[in-house]
């Protein structure tokens, strides 16, 4: 497999070829290393969009270990987010600031293969033209986010002054924002840190990773956590934790918590989903168990410290009740 070298740029992929590489074709190399189709990998190729240590080959070259390979993709294409009306659970509104209890389900941008649906395209149908530009037409007003299987709060900035003010406190951890979490396994200690760099995956490149070889990119993650409850099922330990961000990178709390060996209960991706207690209670489990309870933040006009905090949703609160509270099961 592909190792990846660098990530350059969001267009832009790097990757040194290594010994199991070595003979494939380089429109199936391509394929695998950028996440495309052969066809599209083969498209690249032709347009002059890859190159193997720093010239054009055709697409059927054979890979030879070391081979470096850049890969350029193209630029995604704007789609503007149109209004819809979609029910928005709003904690929080003023001229500045709005703060949503996001539900499990909810993407929050418009993205390939989420054109609708979103957390943005309800804004928009609530807030009208009343929302910041910054993050141009498929994010505005869009100053932090949550996985779509993440239910929870965030703040959406309402003018380009708010948003340049909430990223800027974002940016120096003024932002305190607390999860409850279900991890798999008994925690040894009450509390600890952890503190590990987190970057694109290495080959999955729909996956993020504790990274800590510097030849890769990847940027400082901490996470703090502490133990609420400990239970168990069906043979099987799990902990209730709170967990407090320091920094803010995509799926941070998941492959933190994968990385020493407690995946969320429910997550897929990381190691965290197929256990028997989630198969008798899938009705329930709906992606990882996660919930960004709580927010706090100072605004952005008048200099308020202000907290905002949102209950877990029901079916997450019925797990916690089973886990942690010894209610009758019910399947």
Request: with cysteine; aromatic share 4%.
């Amino acid at each position: 497999m592909p190792t990846w070298n660098n990530e350059t740029e969001s267009n832009l992929v790097e990757v040194i070829a290594q010994d199991a590489d070595k003979g494939t074709r380089l429109d199936q190399f391509v394929a695998l290393s950028a996440d495309l189709t052969r066809s599209a990998a083969a498209r690249l190729i032709e347009e002059g969009a890859v190159t193997v240590n720093g010239k054009t080959m055709a697409k059927n070259y054979k890979i030879s270990k070391g081979d470096a390979v850049e890969i350029t993709l193209p630029e995604p294409e704007p789609c503007e987010a149109l209004p819809e009306n979609i029910p928005l659970d709003i904690i929080y509104e003023d001229a500045d600031i709005i703060v949503i209890n996001k539900p499990i389900g909810m993407v929050v941008h418009p993205a390939a293969g989420n054109p609708s649906g979103t957390l943005v395209n309800a804004l928009l149908y609530h807030c009208g033209a009343s929302l910041s530009g910054v993050g141009g037409v498929i994010r505005p007003g869009i100053v932090h986010r949550i996985d779509k299987d993440t239910s929870g709060l965030l703040v959406v900035a309402k003018n380009d002054e708010a948003h340049l003010a909430l990223s800027a406190q974002l940016k120096e951890h003024h932002v305190s924002r607390i999860y409850t979490a279900i991890a798999t396994g008994n925690f040894r200690e009450e509390e600890g840190t952890v503190d590990a760099p987190i970057g694109r995956h290495p080959v999955d490149r729909k996956k993020m990773a504790v990274i800590r070889n510097s030849d890769l990119r990847s940027r400082d993650a901490v996470t703090h956590w502490s133990v609420l409850a400990r239970g168990e099922a069906d043979g099987n330990s799990f902990t209730l934790l709170r967990c407090q961000l320091e920094t803010g990178r995509t799926h941070q709390i998941r492959v933190h918590m994968a990385s020493i060996g407690h995946p969320l209960l429910g997550d897929a991706v990381y190691g965290g989903a197929n256990t028997r207690f989630e198969s008798r209670h899938r009705a329930s489990i709906m992606g990882q168990c996660l919930h960004a309870g709580e927010l706090h933040l100072t605004h952005p006009r008048t200099g308020e410290e202000m907290q905002f905090f949102a209950p877990m949703p029901a079916n997450m609160q019925h797990v916690v009740d089973i886990l942690f509270k010894n209610e009758e099961e019910t399947v």
